[in-house]
């Protein structure tokens, strides 16, 4: 026989039973002590009763005059068992001061003594009093009846402890019902309560709960993704270590408001939007993140899921990709020159112009040659260098014409390990493409780079074309991501970007990046990155 081991109430049902129990003490606490209260109060109240009847028949003037009669019985017992009809009291007994009885409901215990006390009432003093008489137990009270100042007679009125036990029964039974209504009710709001608990909490125990939480914590600081949870207020209600380090956040974040967390404001915007976003690239203060957004709903709008990857390193690649793209098709155009070249002076060969033929190819050698020259003559940085030629082989194709300036003078190993060759590909480049898409189609299109360093401590990047500038209203909004004059690329991605790329990377090496108006109308944008101590000393232009 197989051995099942019973799975553990849910959370919900173990509040459930909890509150029901905690209801059922509760209201059978409450019915005790009513119970017992009604009692008491049901005896004094009796107490009352039979004294103010007791009190009443001994102020009564017929009963004195019977009591002067020779058979107070006769006038008296009459009268005591009316009494007892319209007051509702179970006995009245009218004595003489030895106690001896001159009424009784028992007309057989007339003449005999009162069982009871009375010296208080000879005294002159009403009391009452719990005594076990004829008739059982019973609340009673005694006092006298006076006359001319002397005491004539006793009366004694009262009310059975039967009868007063029937009392508090039947407020009991009123009680009890109450009571039962009481817990059903409590009962039913209490389902209600755990059966939304219940769905909240899947139906799963505190264990379960407790080792979910647990394995939440560990794989929300495990992933190296950033994750971001906005509540329907855009607070931040979640982050993990990731999306701390992914926005460059210290100090106590959750809680506070997306708004106020210091992130740029297209960033923000996207973080703030009700529409979802995919893989929308965006820039903090030293990264690129791809940011995914999802709104959370269950018939209101609960909040959102932010999502961040770092691209960093991806966007870098893609900006040497486009480069080695570029240059592709720079050797794909020269290749197609090369090739008219090779025919021209194959042609004047066959022609038997061979002196001719030789003229024509050493003169294209020694524009080429002239052209490498003059750039690795002014920037012996390998990587620029190479840069430099491709970018000029590149804008060539596109009718622009790229030169360096003579006052440029970078040497190879100058730089610093501390400013490596892929921020300067990155810096450079993209200034240089602005440069030539903002040319291209102008008068005399010209782009001029210069490079240099300044008093070994400083280098210096200057980009000027012949294009129609920036607009001075634009100088720090085109720096930020997003803001382009070109038309979209394909799939409405890559524009917008290159120039937030170089902001953030002269950012990363605490540079400086500005923008003016260039000598040839267009528009100059000026890099300066310091130099850290330990650098090679280089020329001043």
Known sequence: MRLTVPRPRSLAGQLFAMQAVLIAVVVAGYALFSYVSDRAQAEDAAGRQATAVARAIADSPSVREAIRT????AALQPYALQVMRDTGVDFVTIMNPRGIRWTHPDTGQIGRPFRGHIGPALEGGTFTETYTGTLGPSVRAVTPVRDGGRVVGLVSAGIKVEEISKRVRDQLTALLGVAAGVLALGAVGT???NAR?????????????SRMHDYHQAALHAVREGLLMLDGRYRVALINDGGRELLGLTGEVVGRPVADLGLPARLTGALLSSEPRVDEVHLTADRV??????????????GTIVTLRDVTELQSLMGELDSERGFTQALRAQAHEAANRLHTVVS??????????????????????????????????PVLAALLLGKTAQANERGVELVVSPDSRLDDGLLPPSLPARDLVTILGNLIDNAVDAAQGSVRARVTVTAYTRAGSELILRVADSGP????AHAEVVFQRGFTTKPAGPGGRGRGL???LVRQAVHRHEGTLSVAESADGGAEFEVRLPLRVGAVTGGEA
Do not use: K, W
Request: zero cysteines; charged letters at 25%; proline letters at 5%.
């Open 197 to 209: 608990l219940r769905r909240h909490t899947h139906g799963m125990n505190a264990t379960e709960l």
């Open 469 to 472: 500038g920036v607009d001075p």
């Open 289 to 302: 993140v791809a940011v995914n957004t999802s709104p959370v709903s269950g018939g209101e709008r609960r």
């Open 348 to 381: 004047l060969i066959e022609l038997g112009r061979a002196e001719e033929a030789v003229e024509f190819a050493t003169a294209e050698l020694e524009l080429a040659q002239a052209l490498t020259d003059q750039v690795v003559a002014a920037v012996s940085e």
């Open 191 to 193: 389902y209600v309560v």
């Open 70 to 73: 020779p058979d107070p019985t």
């Open 498 to 500: 290159g120039l937030a």
